[in-house]
């Protein structure tokens, strides 16, 4: 055990450990300085232990304790116990709560599901305003012929040796007010900003392969690198299995969720660990990518959100790309751009019952990652959407909009004016999104039409091209008026339509006589409602002669 007051004790034995990182982890200090909410929910603890006469003692852990050394502010707080469960502490906190006249709350009591790797029963209850899980320390033992652990009472010890990561394996005491460190490694590795397991790796994901992703989510949070023993692990063939039978798809999710939460700097980190360790076509898995394709498909999303992730940090992209939703779906999107020709209608599960067919980019966010259906279709809408801009990309005109000297409507055909206007329309705020998400794609000049299911592993552009392609493509769009077409209302509501069409009742050709001069005023935006008649009762004419 490594018990840490101040950081000056540990500076001599761990300056040589791990330098490779420490620049961006110098300011840790192993005392943690408590918020004013943290000590009145300590003190509070500490004494439930004395009115009740315990001896437990009681030890933050995990990534509270992390994120503190850190100096980030954290409410993630694990309270272990030594010698109790969870469920057991709450009642005495709720007793103690009753007896002083103050509020007590019900607890939540999280059963343990080893089939599913969560090994470890957690109470969850809310004290002075702040919501903690309680849970007992623990070690395990497996039978011979079993690969579920039995749970008992263990030691801090044992319990930080049986957990994820050493900078997770930290404890604060809240009885003597410090940082243990029972691993020997944790605070070591959090200066130096290195990521791995307190045991062997191998063991320590086939123990719970969830842990595999959060390794990777660490690491890529914090800019830390991951030791190559347990890169390596993350590769092996049976921890990578285990992870998609011993692991729900929604914890996977909740892993990723984290990802792109952090931002592209993060995701790219993240993407960039998943393909070094091979996990990217597991976690990303499309049932159009074979297995021998893995390789080739996990490098060309790399570079495809490599790409984005520069264009997103251009100056002139900097006032679309700062919201986190719209940042997840150029995300998403460009990670998997190697799909965008492909349609699915395969189950997870392998079934031979066919699914309703959708895009590959859907399936691997909503089916594969379990992510928010929201995503899903953004995602597969954005990349539809992009393909189609693509082929403008490739017109000159488009690009000759965008200047000053000249006059962007006469540039730019009548037609293509109509097609930018519906896209924008579909896309609404994620339409400068999608323009970045194309101008990543290969130009599809000279290329015959994809196949509805050929994966497509081009490279990506060249970053000057695809930045400069995507601004001038979001300013000729801004030029012709059509930036925030969706909000537009119709100039002709349904009664005038069928007044000037001279119908009785509402019906399907009043619908598609709608959908008509929603495209009319996307060619001409300052276009009259005096123009709008005219050009309708022309093209009822014409639609009557056919």
Known sequence: ????????????????????????????????????????LFKTLLEVCRARELKTTLRAAGGWVRDKLLGKSSKDIDVALDDMLGREFAQHINEHLQASG??????????????????????????????????????????????????????????????????????????????EDFTGN????????????????????????????????????????????????????????????????????????????????????AVAAMVDSTLFPVVFHAPCIPAESGGVYAACAQAHLKLATTIMQEEWASGFAG????????????????????????????????????????????????????????????????????????????????????????????????????????????????VLVASTFASLVGKQQEEEDAVDFSEPRDADVASEEARLVIRAIERLGLDSCWEWRPMLDGPKMMEVLGMEKPGKELGLAMRRAAGWQYRFPDGTEEELVKWIKADQGQQQQQ
């Open 186 to 269: 944790g605070l070591s590795d959090l200066q130096a900003g290195y990521v791995r397991t307190p045991l062997a790796p191998r063991d320590t994901l086939l123990d719970d392969p969830l842990r595999a992703l959060r390794a990777v989510r660490f690491a890529a949070r914090y800019g830390f690198t991951i030791d190559p023993p347990l890169l390596e692990s993350m590769a092996d063939a049976d921890v990578q299995k285990a992870l998609e039978t011993k692991v729900s798809r929604e914890r996977w999710g909740v892993e990723v969720d984290g990802m792109l939460k952090g931002g592209a700097p993060v995701f790219t980190r």
């Open 102 to 179: 103050k509020d007590s709350h019900r607890f939540a009591v999280i059963a343990s599901n080893p089939d599913q790797s969560k090994h470890l029963e957690t109470a969850t209850i809310r004290v002075e305003g702040i919501d903690i899980d309680l849970v007992n320390l623990r070690a395990e033992d497996y039978a011979d012929n079993s690969r579920i652990p039995t749970m008992k009472f263990g030691t801090p010890t044992e319990d930080a040796m049986r957990r994820d990561l050493t900078i997770n394996a930290l404890f604060y005491n809240l009885q003597t007010g410090l940082v």
């Open 323 to 434: 919201s986190i939703d719209r940042m997840r779906i150029v995300m998403l999107a460009s990670s998997l751009a190697p799909l965008r020709h492909c349609i699915v209608s395969e189950h997870l599960d392998g079934s031979r019952k066919k699914a309703r067919p959708q895009p590959a980019s859907r399936f691997v966010v909503a089916t594969t990652l379990k992510l928010r259906s929201k995503d899903a279709d953004a995602v597969a809408l954005v990349q539809g959407s992009a393909m189609r801009l693509r082929s403008h990309f490739d017109a000159s005109t488009v690009f000759r909009a965008a200047s000053d000297d000249e006059d962007a409507r006469s540039c730019v055909p009548e037609e293509v004016r109509e097609s930018l206007g519906w896209i924008v329309k579909d896309l609404r705020d994620d339409w400068r999104g999608c």
């Open 1 to 40: 055990m490594v018990v840490m007051a101040s950081a000056a004790s540990q500076s001599a034995s761990q300056s040589n450990q791990h330098a490779r990182n420490a620049s961006s982890t110098s300011s840790i200090s192993a005392s943690i300085e408590l918020t004013e909410d943290e000590s009145k």
